[in-house]
């Protein structure tokens, strides 16, 4: 184990303190000043940004190697999968297709709601202002101010600016 991934896995367990856990990630490499962090949380990315009053629910899960970048001000629920890799679909042998795994970065914008459950494909851009339901799927764009939800994720209404 890395000392980056021992600084990560440490950061999230019970005994830290909620406010000292974006210290352990900064140190770590990731990019989250005053952040709160629930314990369980799971980071497989250092690049990863979250911008400052963003707060991170319990076994959340930040997945891939693209960058993932969070905005101001964003409510993550428990449970939530943000993951940005995937695989091309290879021949009927092995459809996850050896060796083509492929990642692309996931944005969030100022302001999101995300709620428990809710998985976040690779590519997907929330943009600022948005509701995602509980256990919604997000696979693109979500267009800023509105509610979405489902499988996969559709807009359901406008909300308020």
Same mark, same amino acid.
């Given at each position: 184990?890395?000392?980056?991934?021992?600084?990560?896995?440490?950061?999230?367990?019970? $005994?830290?303190?909620?406010g000292?856990?974006?210290?352990?990630? &900064? &140190?770590?490499?990731?990019? &989250?000043?005053? !952040?709160?962090?629930?314990?369980?949380?799971?980071?497989?990315?250092?690049?990863?940004?979250?911008?400052?009053?963003?707060?991170?629910?319990?076994?959340?899960?930040?997945?891939?190697?693209?960058? #993932?970048?969070?905005?101001?001000?964003?409510?993550?629920?428990?449970? !939530?999968? #943000? !993951?940005?890799?995937?695989h091309? $679909?290879?021949?009927?042998?092995?459809?996850a297709?050896?060796?083509?795994?492929? =990642?692309?970065?996931?944005?969030?914008?100022?302001?999101?709601?995300?709620?428990?459950? &809710? $998985?976040?494909?690779?590519? =997907?851009?929330?943009?600022k202002?948005? !509701?995602?339901?509980?256990?919604?799927?997000?696979?693109?764009?979500?267009?800023?101010?509105?509610?979405?939800?489902?499988?996969?994720?559709?807009?359901?209404?406008?909300?308020?600016?």
């Amino acid at each position: 184990m890395t000392l980056r991934n021992a600084l990560k896995w440490l950061a999230v367990q019970p $005994i830290v303190p909620t406010g000292r856990r974006w210290r352990l990630l &900064a &140190a770590a490499g990731v990019d &989250a000043r005053e !952040v709160g962090f629930e314990s369980g949380v799971q980071i497989h990315n250092h690049n990863i940004s979250i911008g400052r009053g963003s707060y991170v629910n319990r076994d959340v899960l930040f997945e891939g190697s693209a960058p #993932i970048v969070i905005g101001k001000n964003v409510a993550i629920g428990p449970r !939530v999968m #943000i !993951v940005t890799s995937t695989h091309h $679909i290879g021949p009927s042998e092995w459809r996850a297709g050896a060796g083509m795994l492929t =990642s692309r970065a996931v944005i969030i914008g100022d302001g999101v709601w995300i709620g428990a459950g &809710a $998985i976040i494909l690779p590519g =997907s851009v929330i943009e600022k202002g948005c !509701v995602i339901a509980a256990g919604a799927v997000v696979a693109g764009t979500c267009a800023a101010d509105q509610l979405w939800a489902g499988v996969p994720a559709r807009a359901k209404s406008t909300l308020p600016s």
